[in-house]
């Protein structure tokens, strides 16, 4: 399964080299970094010890978004404090979502933000579902690299099973459910409804297979029955 990880802007190269050495511990191969050449620094390679070749093919990309073009589902790790967003998964609970959802994407990643100020609210609307370490103390974050391991560790289990593929899966369910659901939302006149909208991004990105498909059908007898009522005038 494609499953890259995302460092958006790292400053550290050490935190970058920490951040291989993770992935290369616990079975994940590529790394993706947006907006940053920090890895070229020795001190990655120095740290990374032994996960040189994951460095050696890093991808980079000017934005998150490009970053995320070829990608069917994601994920982005983020401090509460710094988001928006209400519904926060826990590290347990983005594994399982992501065995049942690995059965009908074809590609999955984890976004990691700057270790100073994480991902911005626009690049944290990019992704499908928001994750966050649970603190026993208040205290602010984790080291960027000390993260990567913790997802790393936690989703390990993704790289050692082949998943059941289900029959006829569409990666992009979900990325249409979505359009679909703006869509409805501009045709009823409440797409300024920040709170609705910003709800149903969130929920959109829990949803099973099953589930999307029949909501996907639920929208087409809804989008039949507006279009009869409302047709539109020419």
């Known amino acids: 399964m494609h ?3 995302i460092l958006v802007s790292p400053a550290r190269p050490e935190n970058i080299g920490a951040a291989a050495r993770a992935m290369k511990t616990m079975g994940f191969s590529e790394l993706r970094i947006v907006a940053s050449d920090a890895w070229r620094d020795p001190a990655a390679r120095r740290v990374a010890h032994g996960a040189g070749e994951i460095l050696d093919h890093v991808r980079t990309y000017e934005t ?3 970053a995320l073009a070829d990608i069917n589902f994601s994920i982005a790790s983020t401090a509460r404090s710094r988001a928006k967003f209400r519904y926060y998964a ?3 609970q983005v594994e399982t979502i992501l065995q049942e959802k690995r059965q009908w994407v074809n590609s999955l990643a984890l ?3 700057r270790e100073d100020s994480g ?3 626009e690049e944290l609307a990019q992704v499908d579902l928001l994750t966050g370490i649970p603190m026993a103390q208040d205290y602010p974050s984790l080291n960027l690299g000390q993260a990567v391991m913790v997802y790393c560790y936690q989703l390990a289990s993704l790289n050692q099973v ?3 593929t289900a029959e006829q899966a569409d990666g992009q369910q979900l990325q249409a459910l979505r359009l679909r659901f703006r869509q409805l939302l ?3 006149e409440v797409s300024d409804d ?3 909208a910003d709800w149903l991004d969130q929920r959109i990105g829990l949803l099973e297979q099953r589930d999307s498909a029949m909501l996907h059908r639920l929208l087409h007898d809804i989008e039949k029955k507006l279009i009869d009522k409302y047709p539109v005038q020419k």
């Open 119 to 121: 991902l911005t609210n």
């Open 64 to 66: 998150l978004a490009a």
């Open 3 to 5: 499953f890259p990880l």
């Open 186 to 188: 501009t045709h009823l």
């Open 162 to 164: 082949a998943a059941a």
């Open 194 to 196: 920040e709170k609705m």
């Open 111 to 113: 976004v990691f933000g």
């Open 90 to 92: 826990t590290p347990q």
